[in-house]
């Protein structure tokens, strides 16, 4: 990604996953997109982070356990735990209710990308991981108040002077008339619903999905 916003500790392109409505399928975005990216990054890696305090989910969907009676596995919470099946890829989980900031963690991460899971909402938690961010995505399903949501997630990020790289339509195959004008960015591309008392990111389809809109990003230079 062209453009770094901000002098890190280290250098890493950061991608905002977001949008206003919960349910829409940002968590499954992150890890979807994170695990194509794996297949192409170096040896630096990819982080998923959960920047999600409230409701942290991320790690759950991931099947990576946080809790652990060992206490120096605490100093692996800000560089990530290893995804128990993708290589090159670590879960970062939200930090615990303890004030910690997600801001200045954010900005100490270490990778060749970096994928946040950002909460809903259009408050100031949702709005901090998108001003650390080189680039925000906005995923939302059909329904009309998530796409409303979106689209102020748009302004949102533009607001806080971050660009929008584009809209992921979740659980659909098709890109109804209008919604581009809506969101006012392209969207990029489709999610196709997984069967029921499916994994998405077990389902060959979805997974198919994540990776053709992980490899345009990379070859557009916007990941």
């Not at 969207?187 to 979805?206: H, K, N, Q, R």
């Amino acid at each position: 990604m062209r453009g770094l916003k901000y002098e890190r500790e280290a250098s890493a392109a950061m991608l905002a996953i977001a949008g206003g409505k919960g349910g829409a399928g940002k968590t499954t975005t992150t890890l979807g997109l994170a695990a194509a990216a794996a297949d192409r990054t170096g040896d630096g890696g990819v982080l998923a982070v959960d920047a999600d305090v409230d409701m942290p989910n991320l790690h759950a969907m991931a099947g990576v356990e946080t809790r652990s009676t060992d206490p120096s596995r605490e100093a692996d919470r800000p560089v990530g735990l290893p995804h128990p099946s993708v290589d090159r890829l670590r879960i970062v989980p939200a930090p615990r209710q303890d004030g910690s900031d997600v801001t200045t963690r954010l900005r100490g991460l270490s990778a060749d990308r970096v994928f946040v899971d950002c909460p809903a909402g259009a408050g100031p938690d949702a709005v901090a991981p998108m001003r650390v961010a080189d680039a925000v995505l906005v995923v939302s399903s059909l329904c009309g108040p998530a796409l409303r949501d979106a689209a102020k997630t748009v302004a949102m990020a533009r607001a806080v002077g971050t660009p929008v790289v584009g809209g992921v339509l979740t659980r659909t195959r098709r890109v109804p008339d209008g919604v581009e004008r809506l969101l006012d960015c392209p969207v990029l591309d489709t999610v196709p619903e997984a069967p029921a008392g499916t994994d998405p990111l077990l389902t060959d389809v979805v997974r198919a999905a994540y990776a053709r809109l992980a490899n345009r990003l990379v070859d557009a230079e916007e990941l």
